[in-house]
T-cell receptor, first 112, second 114 residues
Framework: SQELEQSPQSLIVQEGKNLTINCTSS?????LYWYKQKYGEGLIFLMM?????EEKSHEKITAKLDEKKQQSSLHITASQPSHAGIYLC????????????FGAGTRLTVKP | GAVVSQHPSRVICKSGTSVKIECRSL??????MFWYRQFPKKSLMLMAT?????????EQGVEKDKFLINHASLTLSTLTVTSAHPEDSSFYIC??????????FGPGTRLTVL
């Protein structure tokens, strides 16, 4: 089955600093999703990437899917306290149910 | 965008009782819904796939008699935790699928079993 590994597990940065979160898959990714979660709340959809080399941006968050389609990175520029939370990457498993599997998550803390 | 709701958002119950959690797709029909469980500081783990009009498909290690899933209509799936115990305390999240790839997640239900 497909495994998603995220790194780092946790990250503490000073406000204004840039940061990168990585998600590596054991298999080719046909759709990679990034979500943000506040503790005890639901998932906030950030971006979906499908094509190798694809890059999407929303405000100060940029996500890329590498050419070989087995790794994605999420980059936050000039981080703010509002960026704090848990970032999860997810991938569809395919097959009849095509459910989504998630990485372990990266807990981001932004110090003001 | 599509909206998925869950009810209740929080529930506290006594050990041995059963608790029902509802997942509704508010503005679309979903033939497939998914139930996830999330322990503190852990990721989401798929429990089961709920298909309207048929039996749910459970992941390995998930007791189907303990976690009853009913997908009675195209907009509602329910998860009933039967004879709940403290180890069942967790955050339960559902999602509903549109088409083959798009999934929309509910806000989650926090279950605490005393």
């Amino acid at each position: 089955s497909q495994e998603l590994e995220q790194s780092p597990q946790s990250l503490i940065v000073q406000e204004g600093k840039n940061l990168t979160i990585n998600c590596t898959s054991s298999k080719t990714l046909y759709g990679l999703y990034w979500y943000k979660q506040k503790y005890g709340e639901g998932l906030i959809f950030l971006m979906m990437l499908q094509k190798g080399g694809e890059e999407k941006s929303h405000e100060k968050i940029t996500a890329k899917l590498d050419e070989k389609k087995q790794q994605s990175s999420l980059h936050i520029t000039a981080s703010q306290p509002s960026h704090a939370g848990i970032y999860l990457c997810g991938a569809l498993r395919g097959g009849y149910n095509n459910d989504m599997r998630f990485g372990a998550g990266t807990r981001l803390t932004v110090k003001p | 965008g599509a909206v998925v709701s869950q009810h209740p958002s929080r529930v506290i119950c006594k050990s041995g009782t059963s608790v029902k959690i509802e997942c509704r797709s508010l503005d679309f029909q979903a033939t497939t819904m998914f139930w996830y469980r999330q322990f503190p500081k852990k990721s989401l783990m798929l429990m089961a796939t709920s298909n309207e009009g048929s039996k749910a498909t459970y992941e390995q290690g998930v007791e189907k008699d303990k976690f009853l899933i009913n997908h009675a209509s195209l907009t509602l799936s329910t998860l009933t935790v039967t004879s709940a115990h403290p180890e069942d305390s967790s955050f339960y999240i559902c999602s509903a699928r549109i088409g083959t790839n798009e999934q929309f997640f509910g806000p989650g239900t926090r279950l605490t079993v005393l």
